[in-house]
């Protein structure tokens, strides 16, 4: 183990690794949400921000952008990278709830047991990412800048640049919005109530399957966000570049309390930097490893996750 490495980089490796982190959470929020209403693991939920990652670089692309070209200017960058979002969660969300009334809604209309739902999400999964690639012959794909790069100032010597700026502030901002949303307003009591209790929620009114489709179009949302974010942060992608990254939100949902919003945060946040500290420790190669094993072990101790709160105890 390398303590030098970690101590002399501290400051740097917790910047990259919230950076990382909020892309995890933003992803997170997707697995949460679906789970805190049907109790269901949607792995199909990897490929809805591979999408998103697409359609943000066709957009760019349509407009004249691509890895040898890059927008020119602050507005111009601002504004290609505000039309990228717009795609991007449009395309995301339109994936989640078409995925939602083909793979799961036929299913729940049977009452099909939980294998068959865990079964379908896999189906789907592996179909949207092998119609990807088959699509863009399983090449990766880079990205305009659309988002400098350069170092803006220091922060206990840290170097802080726009991009990881955008995108810790822009996923706060976001999760600060569907947590408002959710423990806010009367679609956001909705969801609770169909996560507390589905046959009494109808009983009032509540419209379990469109509270449903709100669930799967907001957690599209979220994960077009993050992968747009994603883009402007690694400057490529890939049919299967939501594998890995999908495993690992999950992983947060889990480590911070699967169904619950506020822990999907906290478990992104933390699974980015613990990831980072690792690489200094043990080298890049442990990288993964060790996020796995302090999730093991945290659930060894914790089996709910940090905060462990279902959505449909969830208040404000």
Same mark, same amino acid.
């Given at each position: 183990?390398?303590?030098?490495?970690?101590?002399?980089?501290?400051?740097?490796?917790?910047?990259?690794?919230?950076?990382?982190? #909020?892309?995890?959470?933003?992803?997170?929020?997707?697995?949460?949400?679906?789970?805190?209403?049907?109790?269901?693991?949607?792995?199909?939920?990897?490929?809805?921000?591979?999408?998103?990652?697409?359609?943000?670089?066709?957009?760019?692309?349509?407009?004249?952008?691509?890895?040898?070209?890059?927008?020119?200017?602050?507005?111009?960058?601002?504004?290609?990278?505000?039309?990228?979002? %717009?795609?991007?969660?449009?395309?995301?969300?339109?994936?989640?709830?078409?995925?939602?009334?083909?793979?799961?809604?036929?299913?729940?209309? *049977?009452?099909?047991?939980?294998? #068959?739902?865990?079964?379908?999400?896999?189906?789907?999964?592996?179909?949207?990412?092998?119609?990807?690639? %088959?699509?863009?012959?399983?090449?990766?794909?880079?990205?305009?800048?659309?988002?400098?790069?350069?170092?803006?100032?220091?922060?206990?010597?840290?170097?802080?640049?726009?991009?990881?700026?955008?995108?810790?502030?822009?996923?706060?901002?976001?999760?600060?919005?569907?947590?408002?949303?959710?423990?806010?307003?009367?679609?956001?009591?909705?969801?609770?109530?169909?996560?507390?209790?589905?046959? #009494?929620?109808?009983?009032?009114?509540?419209?379990?399957?469109?509270?449903?489709?709100?669930?799967?179009?907001?957690?599209?949302?979220?994960?077009?966000?993050?992968?747009?974010?994603?883009?402007?942060?690694?400057?490529?992608?890939?049919?299967?570049?939501?594998?890995?990254?999908? %495993?690992?939100?999950?992983?947060?949902?889990?480590?911070?309390?699967?169904?619950?919003?506020?822990?999907?945060?906290?478990?992104?946040?933390?699974?980015?930097?613990?990831?980072?500290?690792?690489?200094?420790?043990?080298?890049?190669?442990?990288?993964?490893?060790? #996020?796995?094993?302090?999730?093991?072990?945290?659930?060894?101790?914790?089996?709910?996750?940090?905060?462990?709160?279902?959505?449909? *105890?969830?208040?404000?």
């Amino acid at each position: 183990m390398d303590f030098s490495e970690l101590f002399q980089n501290f400051s740097e490796l917790t910047v990259t690794g919230l950076t990382m982190g #909020a892309i995890y959470a933003l992803v997170a929020l997707g697995y949460t949400l679906v789970y805190g209403v049907l109790r269901l693991i949607n792995f199909a939920h990897s490929e809805v921000f591979m999408v998103g990652t697409f359609a943000a670089m066709f957009t760019w692309q349509a407009m004249g952008f691509d890895q040898n070209h890059s927008p020119a200017g602050i507005l111009l960058s601002s504004g290609v990278l505000i039309v990228g979002l %717009i795609a991007a969660v449009a395309a995301s969300s339109g994936t989640a709830v078409l995925v939602e009334l083909a793979a799961y809604r036929p299913l729940r209309r *049977r009452n099909a047991p939980p294998l #068959a739902f865990l079964i379908s999400a896999i189906g789907a999964s592996y179909v949207i990412m092998e119609i990807v690639g %088959i699509y863009t012959d399983r090449a990766p794909y880079g990205m305009p800048e659309t988002v400098s790069n350069k170092v803006l100032f220091h922060v206990l010597g840290a170097d802080i640049t726009a991009v990881q700026i955008v995108i810790v502030v822009g996923a706060l901002l976001m999760m600060f919005g569907l947590d408002r949303f959710i423990n806010k307003t009367r679609m956001g009591r909705g969801v609770r109530a169909v996560a507390q209790d589905p046959d #009494a929620a109808a009983l009032m009114g509540v419209n379990k399957n469109r509270i449903i489709g709100l669930v799967f179009l907001l957690g599209g949302v979220m994960a077009g966000a993050a992968a747009v974010f994603w883009n402007i942060r690694y400057g490529y992608t890939k049919f299967n570049v939501g594998f890995l990254l999908g %495993i690992k939100a999950f992983t947060a949902a889990v480590l911070g309390g699967i169904g619950n919003l506020r822990g999907a945060l906290l478990g992104g946040l933390l699974l980015g930097v613990v990831e980072n500290y690792a690489s200094a420790l043990f080298g890049s190669n442990f990288r993964d490893l060790v #996020a796995f094993i302090a999730l093991i072990a945290l659930l060894m101790f914790r089996p709910t996750g940090i905060l462990g709160e279902s959505l449909g *105890r969830a208040r404000a």
